[in-house]
Structures are given as C-alpha cells and as structure tokens.
C-alpha cells in the first residue's frame, strides 16, 4: 500500500518555539507511509507491566498521594475537591487542556456521589482513574511489524539529550529478543558520542550496523544503510537521526533527506517515524512534539526517563494534544527497560492503593 507523503502547513511556530524546531520544513513528492494502525501481522507486545512499577510509583508518590490525602478529609465538598484536583494536575504537568477535560469530566461523574459515607475517596479516584485510562486507551495503539515488505523501516528522532540514540540500542534489543535480524544506522553524525554508543551496543547484540566518516550526512548512511538491510535480508531497519534542533535550511534539509532516502530506494516501504521525547521536560517536550509535527509525519511517541520524574502528567497532556500514538514507555538505563506502552497497567500502577 502506497501512500503519499504527507504535506504539511508552512506553519510558522510561535516565537516561544524559535529556538527548539524548523518553522516550515516540508518534504515533496515522497512515496513512504507513516504508519498508524496496520492488520496485525507479527504483535510486538505483551511486556510485563510490572516492570513499570518503579517510575510510576514515583509518580503516584506526588500528585496521586496528595489527591488522597485532601479527598481523605471529611469535610471537603465536590466543588473544593475540585479546586485542589485542578491545582495537583496543572502542576503534575496535565496541561490546561487536559485538566479542564479531567476536572469536566470528573464533575459530572462526581456528581451522582453521595455528600457521605466511608467509600466516597474510592469512588472519587475511581472516577478519575477511569477518565485518565480512556484518555490513554485511545492512543494505545501497538507497533506492529509487518510480515510483507521488509524490511520494515523505524526512524528514531528527538532532541539531543531525550534519550534518543539509547532508545535506538534499546529498540535494537527489544526486537533482537524477539527474534527478528536488525539492522542499524548510526545517523547522527554530528555527535561523534552517538555514533560510537551505537556501535557498541551494534557490537554487544551482534548486530549489523551503517556508520559513515564525521560530519557526513545523515541521510548518506541512511541510504548505505537501507541498501545493507535490503542485501542482508533484515526484518528490520532502524535508523538514528540527527538530534540538533534543525533552526536553519541546511538541518531543515537534513531530516527531509533522511526520509526521502527511503522512499527512493522502496517506494512501496513502510515507515515508522518514532519521535522520543523526555518525560522531564513536561510542556517543553510538547511544544517539541508540535514542531517535530510539522516538519515530519511523525506516527508514534517513546517517552523516556519516566523513572526520573516525580511530575507524570505529561503523558496525558501528550495524549490529548496530539492524538498520537504512544508505543514505548523509557523507565530506567538497562537494556530492558524500554517497555511497550500499555495504558490500562499504566493507570491503575499509578492510582493503585487507593
């Protein structure tokens, strides 16, 4: 199945943006497809959600504990509980959006509850589990690798610090577990330290890796690479890209060149465009998922460092802005613990022992 590529609106960002994404990079006369659902082939899924237990704990330590504690006192009424849930969201990282769908949405609920009786906290976080949940559940949508076409193409950007290139030697475990042969691409070569932590973890998991001489372009070893994985016969390519934040045409162009490659050499490729943002940058990493938006058909979301942030409620806020995709959680430094996303473990380790 062949799409076009998708055109996207020169929309300039706001000025608050200038410095973390391209204003107007688009890309023409592409033949790839950003992948959002596809007939289920081969799942890569059923991760232990258990393993998720430290970061959400963390997590539920803060704006979920603080919830408990106001809704424990007896004489607090729906309209104040109200007031205190909108300030623990807003500042767990909800977002103004999300917050004033939760607060809504829990009023009406809440409404039917009594003024008293001793199961009236459960029933208040009850409630608010239950809309977190269906807000998560409607981008639970799982990565599925296809049995035709390969080799099935993962792109890998973000910003320089998100975790970016881990998330690429983690990926490249994940589904070397699972049996399937990899290829890499070492494409940010402007950071020598990306190329070199690639090719270690390529060397430790026995696996084919693309590199090229320093300040070669990315779409360059992208193209070799893509070549390797057709010849090598790979189920899978994966693809690290440049992590500087594109402000001028020459990175504008760079982005645009890494997906072309691929559509010229296999046309009829399928193509995840897998954007990592970090969970500790809260707001900021939306406005970053934003511009990435705009200058690619970006198809699903790894949010890293979820072990390392005491906030959470950025997740939420990318769900509802976005619409897109979230396929992998990032919750620690080992190899495993880059976790395929599964909403409904998420929300209830988080609102657990209420």
């Known amino acids: 199945m062949i799409f076009d590529f998708l055109k996207l609106n020169r929309k300039k960002p706001k000025d608050i943006a200038k410095d973390v994404i391209p204003e107007d990079a688009i890309v023409k006369d592409d033949k790839i497809t950003a992948i959002q659902d596809s007939p289920p082939t081969l799942d890569a899924s059923k991760v232990d959600s258990s393993n998720q237990l430290q970061s959400i704990n963390k997590i539920n330590k803060s704006f979920v504990g603080r919830l408990r504690q106001v809704i424990g006192m007896e004489d607090k009424s729906l309209d104040s509980l109200a007031v205190t849930m909108e300030e623990e969201l807003l500042m767990a990282d909800f977002g103004v959006t999300m917050t004033n769908k939760v607060i809504a949405k829990w009023r009406d609920a809440a409404s039917f509850i009594g003024k008293e009786g001793d199961d009236k906290g459960q029933k208040v976080m009850k409630i608010l589990e239950q809309i977190l949940e269906d807000t998560l559940t409607e981008v639970n949508h ?12 993962l792109m890998v950007m973000g910003v320089n610090g998100s975790g970016k290139t881990t998330s690429v030697a983690k990926l490249s475990y994940y589904y070397k577990q699972k049996g399937l042969k990899l290829q890499l691409a070492a494409g940010d070569t402007y950071r020598a330290a990306a190329v070199e932590q690639l090719e270690h973890w390529a060397n430790k998991l026995q696996i084919s890796i693309t590199t090229g001489d320093a300040k070669v372009e ?15 016969q790979a189920d899978i390519y994966i693809m690290d890209t ?14 645009r060149k890494c997906i072309q490659v691929i559509g010229k050499l296999s046309p009829d490729q399928k193509c995840e465009i897998l954007l990592v943002l970090d969970a500790s940058h809260g707001q900021s990493a939306i406005m970053q998922a934003k511009l990435f938006c705009e200058a690619v058909p970006v198809s699903g979301i ?9 906030k959470g409620g950025v997740i939420f806020a990318l769900a509802e802005e976005l619409k897109l995709p979230i396929r992998f959680i990032g919750v620690g430094e080992k190899e495993t613990d880059l ?3 599964d909403a409904r473990s998420y929300v209830r380790e988080l609102m657990s022992e209420y």
Do not use: H, W
């Open 142 to 153: 799982k990565l599925i690798i296809p049995e035709e076409n390969r080799p099935f193409c």
């Open 218 to 232: 990315s779409a360059a070893v992208i193209y070799k690479g893509m070549q390797e994985a057709i010849n090598n």
């Open 242 to 255: 440049s992590g500087r934040m594109p402000n001028n045409n020459p990175l504008k162009e760079q982005l």
């Open 302 to 310: 790894a949010l890293t460092k979820l072990d390392g942030v005491a």
């Open 339 to 341: 976790l395929e996303f």
